[in-house]
């Protein structure tokens, strides 16, 4: 079993840029591949940027189309945590973002891969 919970979500203005984080628990973190979606109002849970551990210190990152250039996705192993950073955020970013534990040998991108989920944190972006 592992639960995530997600910080760093607010209200920001356009332009600026927030840090996300997740914490994981359990003893097998580095497992699974790790993930962030998003859900704005009225629209469904996409895909934004996603983490896997490759071998020691190393790591592969996918994103999406929107977030490639803008976001960065980290991971530490040691510390059970993931965290993202978005820049040059648009009001079009506001949702809630979920930090996503992903199946062993799973994508990162795929909603059905999905092994837990955390609770969610809000951000939100102003004009």
């Known amino acids: 079993q592992v639960q995530l919970v997600e910080s760093g979500g607010g209200l920001v203005q356009a332009g600026e840029s927030l840090r996300l984080s997740c914490v994981a628990s359990g003893r097998t973190f580095n497992t699974f591949p790790m993930a962030w979606f998003r859900q704005a109002p009225g629209k469904e849970r996409e895909f934004v940027a996603g983490i896997t551990t490759i071998g020691i210190n190393t790591y592969s990152t996918d994103y999406a189309d929107f977030a490639k250039g803008r976001c960065t996705v980290s991971r530490n192993n040691a510390r059970n945590t993931i965290s993202l950073v978005m820049h040059r955020l648009e009001v079009e970013d506001t949702a809630v973002y979920y930090c996503?534990?992903?199946?062993?040998?799973?994508?990162?991108?795929?909603?059905?891969?999905?092994?837990?989920w955390g609770q969610g944190t809000q951000v939100t972006v102003s004009s």
């Open positions: 996503a534990a992903q199946r062993p040998g799973g994508s990162t991108r795929r909603l059905e891969d999905t092994s837990y």
